[in-house]
């Protein structure tokens, strides 16, 4: 199972908003609704950021959404903030009771 | 509270084996959804394992007939023996717990709610 194509880094300035693309294939992020995203900060335990493409986990700050369409999934986050740098990383569930992750994205708040 | 504390990590040389542990606490670990997942140096996220509440398993192709991940609900821990350890797999290894669905009353394994802190495993000579 290849990993999903994310972008290695985007950035925007406090209080703008950014999007994440996360791409993968009719096997995973095309065929099931079951995409998620997380954050991760280097050094703490990853954190669930939205799940069934667009459904926030309570806790979690409405500034980020979820979309999808076709074999690519989206995340965007609006009215950035400075904690909002770390590590993205998308997620699919695959038909053969696996899942797959993206490679990554560093989001740098300028 | 749910809490999860991986331990067992180290430096281990190719071909040898560790197994890795996670206490949970504030939850039962043998009813609940339980994965593990690694992170190589300055790589991605990688899912390798998962166990069911009915104990039912699956594996990423990498760590397939090599890892088998386990539980003892005794001890509220979910275990994972790593064997013939390549230098590949080198990583901090998390474990995670699964999303309660509280309308449907059963857990989304797919979706990893919880994470431990994580533990470095090194494999080199």
Sequence with gaps: QSALTQPASVSGSPGQSITISCTGTSS????????????????????????DVSNRPSGVSNRFSGSKSG?????????????????????SYTGSSTLVFGGGTKLTVL | EVQLVESG?????????????CEG???AVSTSYMSWVRQAPGKGLEWVS????????????SVKGRF???????????????NSLRAEDTA?????????DSVWGNYR????????????????S
């Design chain 2, 92 to 100: 901090v290894y998390y474990c995670a717990r699964g999303l309660w």
């Design chain 1, 28 to 51: 995973d992020v095309g065929g099931y609704n079951y995409v998620s995203w997380y954050q991760h900060h280097p050094g703490k335990a990853p954190q669930l950021m939205i799940y």
């Design chain 2, 25 to 27: 606490s504030g939850f």
């Design chain 2, 109 to 124: 394994w797919y979706y990893l709610h919880y994470w431990g802190q994580g533990t470095l495993v090194t494999v080199s």
């Design chain 2, 68 to 82: 088998t991940i386990s539980r003892d609900s005794s001890k509220n821990t979910l275990y994972l023996q790593m």
């Design chain 2, 50 to 61: 998962v166990i069911y509440s009915g104990a039912t398993t699956h594996y990423a192709d």
């Design chain 2, 9 to 21: 990590g180290g430096l281990i040389q190719p071909g040898g084996s560790l197994r890795l542990s």
């Design chain 1, 71 to 91: 074999n690519t999934a989206s995340l965007t986050v609006s009215g950035l903030q400075a904690e909002d740098e770390a590590d993205y990383y998308c997620s």
